[in-house]
Nanobody
Framework: QVQLVESGGGSVQAGGSLRLSCAAS????????VAWFRQAPGKEREFVAS????????NYADSVKGRFTISRDNAKNTVYLQMNSLKPEDTAVYRC?????????????WGQGTQVTVSS
């Protein structure tokens, strides 16, 4: 497993931008796919975006397509989530998760989360 730590959350006005980072420990980070999830108060956790081990493939929830971009730098053991044109409904705790390449979608490692608050 890898250990994950998120950073970059904060408070912004609608239309603003934030970039979240997910830093991983361990030398095998490139053996993991990584995803971002979010959970707003009183709501279920929802998938936001994912990226494969090499960064050559990514997926997005319909609600963030065209506004969010996921990327990774394996040399820095970090995955990023660039969030543009933020909306109040993007307000949530954002957590990154990692799944080994041999078990895609099996999110076995999770970070603690970072709060994103978007005001109107």
């Amino acid at each position: 497993q890898v250990q994950l730590v998120e950073s970059g959350g904060g408070s912004v006005q609608a239309g603003g931008s934030l970039r979240l980072s997910c830093a991983a420990s361990g030398r095998t980070f490139s053996s993991y796919g990584v995803a971002w999830f979010r959970q707003a108060p009183g709501k279920e956790r929802e998938f936001v975006a994912s990226i494969n081990w090499s960064g050559s493939s990514s997926n997005y929830a319909d609600s963030v397509k065209g506004r969010f971009t996921i990327s990774r730098d394996n040399a820095k053991n970090t995955v990023y989530l660039q969030m543009n044109s933020l909306k109040p409904e993007d307000t949530a705790v954002y957590r990154c998760a990692a799944a080994p390449n041999i078990s895609p979608g099996s999110w076995s490692s999770w970070g603690q989360g970072t709060q994103v608050t978007v005001s109107s």
